[in-house]
Nanobody, 124 residues
Framework: VQLQASGGGLVQAGGSLRLSCAASGLTVGSYAAGWFRQAPGKEREFVAGIAWSGGSTHYADSVKGRFTISRVNTKNTVYLEMNSLKPEDTAVYFC??????????????????WGQGTLVTVSS
């Protein structure tokens, strides 16, 4: 199983980025997926989760209304569209997969597989 995250970069406050997470070795539609982030000196925190079908999503309060998680199962890829970015969104972003299908899980230990992370830096 491999999760490959990409799309990070440097953006000014108020800007947008779209992260992608391409999965291999997982049966399409068999897992829920989530995005987490970890800022320097802080613990990894939940950002967003999505059910295997894409029909249900869950967001951290800090990103609700600004970030959108989605998935295209024909590509076995999960996305995180990030708008109105703030300096406090600066972190390494990780995608994760949960084989039990629980998109509402918010703790890192509840996810079985992880991508390598992609750095998002928001300048003020």
């Amino acid at each position: 199983v491999q999760l490959q995250a990409s799309g990070g970069g440097l953006v000014q406050a108020g800007g947008s980025l779209r992260l992608s997470c391409a999965a291999s070795g997982l049966t399409v539609g068999s897992y829920a997926a989530g995005w987490f982030r970890q800022a320097p000196g802080k613990e990894r925190e939940f950002v967003a989760g999505i059910a295997w079908s894409g029909g249900s999503t869950h967001y951290a309060d800090s990103v609700k209304g600004r970030f959108t998680i989605s998935r295209v199962n024909t590509k076995n890829t999960v996305y995180l569209e990030m708008n109105s970015l703030k300096p406090e969104d600066t972190a390494v972003y990780f995608c994760a997969a949960d084989l039990s299908g629980n998109y509402y899980y918010t703790r890192p230990e509840e996810y079985e597989y992880w991508g390598q992370g992609t750095l998002v830096t928001v300048s003020s």
